[in-house]
């Protein structure tokens, strides 16, 4: 089993910038594909970026690219979201994922391909 702890969320000014760590423990994450959804309040939880095992990889949502960018330390088993020019409908919990059989080179952006999910960390951007 492999327990995901995220944070660094928080409320910002639109602009801002925010860090969100995803820190894993039960088992080493460097054979796992890695992502981070969020879900605004009412509405369904959506993917915004992942990495591959390597760390070659990435893909992101098309409104945070440029802004966000996903990165991983497997020496820490760790996975990182930077998150620049926040925008108010950046807004929502952001959850950190892992897929343990990724099937791919290309990090999967499908929800069900993750097999254990964090508990979420809230950033708030502020107008």
């Known amino acids: 089993q492999v327990q995901l702890v995220e944070s660094g969320g928080g409320l910002v000014q639109a602009g801002g910038s925010l860090r969100l760590s995803c820190a894993a423990s039960?088992?080493?994450?460097?054979?796992?594909?890695m992502g981070w959804f969020r879900q605004a309040p009412g509405k369904e939880r959506e993917f915004v970026a992942a990495i591959s095992v390597s760390g070659g990889s990435t893909r992101n949502i098309d409104s945070v690219k440029g802004r966000f960018t996903i990165s991983r330390d497997n020496a820490k088993n760790t996975v990182y979201l930077q998150m620049n020019s926040l925008k108010p409908e950046d807004t929502a919990v952001y959850y950190c994922a892992a897929d343990s059989f990724p099937r791919t080179l290309v990090p999967t952006t499908r929800g069900s391909d993750y097999d254990y999910w964090g508990q979420g960390t809230q950033v708030t951007v502020s107008s």
């Open positions: 039960g088992r080493t994450i460097s054979s796992y594909a």
